[in-house]
């Protein structure tokens, strides 16, 4: 009679543990290849071109001028701050009937520009338009 040696197969199951390795070696590669850039600025064309223009105000256009980020706006020589809530009500209800035409200086940043038209349409002004939006430098 034969002697048997071999042991009984024992049921083969599936290891999680090279499967776990492979997932953490792929996060790390992500993570150690991703670029960690903060948000920038959008670079747009609002900028007021350094030459005043001598043309007088188109009649039923308000315009106002973005002097700086920190909210300072220019209105006939009157300057308004956009966190004055009473101040700009004032000047949305002098100017209801006109448009209101938004020119930004040079630096102002486009968040800058659509948190004053934000204010604006909150305070009840009903036409705002981007004053400069696409006039370039060369143009005078």
Do not use: C, Y
Not at 80 to 87: E, L, P, R, W, Y
Request: neutral net charge; aromatic residues 6%.
């Amino acid at each position: 009679m034969p002697l048997n040696l071999e042991q009984p197969k024992r049921k083969t199951g599936i290891s999680l543990t090279p499967l776990i390795d492979v997932v953490f070696i792929l996060l790390l590669f992500f993570m150690l290849t991703s670029s960690f850039v903060p948000w920038r600025i959008v670079d747009t064309p609002l900028a007021v071109s350094s030459a005043p223009k001598a043309d007088a105000e188109p009649k039923g256009v308000a315009v106002l001028t973005l002097e700086s980020n920190d909210g300072r706006v220019l209105f006939k020589n009157q300057l308004f701050v956009i966190d004055n809530a009473s101040q700009m009500s004032d000047l949305v209800e002098q100017n209801q009937d006109k448009t209101i035409a938004i020119k930004a200086k040079e630096g102002v940043t486009l968040q800058s520009l659509m948190l004053l038209a934000d204010q604006l349409k909150l305070l009840g002004a009903e036409n705002i338009s981007i004053a400069n939006a696409f006039s370039s430098k060369e143009t005078k």
